[in-house]
């Protein structure tokens, strides 16, 4: 659950390796800077994926404490950009301010290298059909179901992939209603807020019991 529920927060723009394509001839004219964000995203997420992955891996990757560890770590990794914008280290305008000033990239590495981590979780903890970062492989898993007409309790899988899409689009919606005045850190702050909860939903929840097997 709180792993689905990641789907509400959070997701990289789709396309960044695109974008950095188009910035080999300059495009898109309209944004010919967007190159340097998509190509740090992109970096920065690659980074997240191989630390929390290694932390993951050296912890122990299903044990409570290596889950409550990692995910308080993608909270705080959230958390610093919108205290960074409140104080207004990063201004608002930051992405315009691109090539001259290249503070935009310090929240967009900070909330890539989470975004990474956020990944690995789904990996580690077995469930690859959430897709907690973009979503065309999962819309083609959903297609290609076999059960994908089945009864409700007929395919988890099927269901995992339908609740993550709407909690994505739900996500986008309020990520949208939040920044139209312009700013981000009203969302930021939304985002820290649930990712400190989904942390802390670990400390409580009910693990597996171990079976042991007579010889």
């Known amino acids: 659950m709180p792993l689905i529920f990641s ?4 997701g990289l723009i789709p396309g960044n390796t695109v974008y950095v394509g188009l910035g080999f001839t300059g495009q898109p004219y309209s944004q010919p800077t967007r190159w340097i964000k998509s190509l740090t995203s992109i970096v920065a997420f690659i980074l997240g994926s191989f630390l929390f992955s290694r932390l993951s891996t050296h912890l122990s990757p299903l044990r409570r404490s290596t889950l409550f560890l990692t995910s308080l770590i993608q909270a705080l990794l959230t958390l610093l950009p919108c205290i960074l914008l409140s104080a ?5 305008n930051a992405g315009d301010l691109l090539p001259n000033n290249f503070i935009v990239l310090l929240p967009l590495s900070l909330l890539a290298v989470q975004a990474g981590g956020q990944c690995v979780l789904s990996r580690v903890l077995g469930y690859g059909e959430v897709p907690t970062v973009v979503l065309t492989s999962a819309y083609c898993d959903l297609a290609m179901d076999p059960k994908l007409f089945s009864r409700p309790s007929g ?3 099927r269901n995992r992939r339908l609740g993550s899409m709407v909690l994505i689009l739900l996500g986008a919606a309020a990520g949208g209603y939040l920044t139209r005045d312009g700013t981000v850190g009203k969302a930021l702050w939304v985002v820290a807020i649930v990712k400190a909860i989904m942390a802390g939903v670990w400390v409580v929840w009910p693990g597996k019991k171990s079976v042991r097997m007579d010889d």
């Open 7 to 10: 789907s509400l927060v959070h």
């Open 88 to 92: 207004e280290v990063i201004p608002n």
């Open 155 to 157: 395919s988890l899988k």
